[in-house]
């Protein structure tokens, strides 16, 4: 099948999330002005540098972690192993802003180092971030969406000593969760390596 965008699918549920996929998921802590705290999963997220250290994650409507990060301009990336992917769904309550979902899910919070958002103490790794720029995306007509990337460069990065494995990151160990489309995840279990031509 072939579809404009503009006809529509026609289908029950639109496919552009599953096409896209699998999405690694960002479990974003983040503070207001105010000192609250917030957790919340936003799988349009990725990283989108190497040197320096580039994430990113986008929301759809202006959410709490959204006036968060414009506020104090820091945030923290959780990694969801497949252990965390109940607590990590909990968080993705619509609570209101002032109401922690570290409390909410039962989430044990610890400090970050180099910013004031806490992390998810438990995670097998987190990613402490400063916003470098929020971007209200704009559509062909250069109209405004109600999409909003944030871009946060990597000042700190906790990882477990439960999975590190000779000096790796490891993802045998860490099995990490990711969004498909519809209400459907995956969990990475098949892991090998490919060599690029020319690599010995
Ligand atoms: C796995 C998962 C991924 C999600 N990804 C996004 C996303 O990329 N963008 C978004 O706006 N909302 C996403 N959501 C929904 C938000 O988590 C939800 O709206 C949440 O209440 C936002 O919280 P906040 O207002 O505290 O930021 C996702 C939810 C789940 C469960």
């Not at 209400?183 to 690599?199: C, H, N, S, T, W």
Request: overall charge negative.
């Amino acid at each position: 099948m072939f579809y404009r965008l503009e006809d529509g699918h026609g289908l029950p549920h639109d496919p552009f999330k599953a096409i896209v996929a699998p999405r690694p998921i960002g479990w974003i802590s983040s503070i207001a002005r105010d000192g609250s705290v917030n957790l919340a999963p936003y799988s349009f997220f990725n990283a989108v540098s190497g040197k320096p250290p580039i994430v990113m994650f986008s929301s759809e409507l202006r959410k709490n972690t959204l006036e968060n990060v414009e506020e104090t301009r820091e945030f923290a990336c959780n990694f969801v192993g497949e252990p965390f992917l109940k607590e990590m769904s909990d968080t993705s309550a619509a609570l209101p802003h002032g109401e922690s979902e570290f409390d909410f899910a039962k989430i044990e919070q610890a400090e970050c180092n180099e910013i004031a958002p806490p992390r998810v103490k438990a995670a097998y790794a987190c990613l402490e971030c400063k916003v470098i720029k929020i971007i209200n995306l704009k559509d062909l007509r250069d109209e405004p969406t109600n999409a909003w990337t944030v871009f946060g460069q990597v000042v700190g990065a906790h990882i477990a000593d439960e999975v590190m494995t000779e000096g790796r990151f490891d993802l045998e160990k860490a099995k990490p969760a990711a969004r498909l489309g519809y209400r459907d995840y995956a969990v990475v279990r098949d892991i090998f390596e490919l060599k690029r031509p020319g690599q010995a």
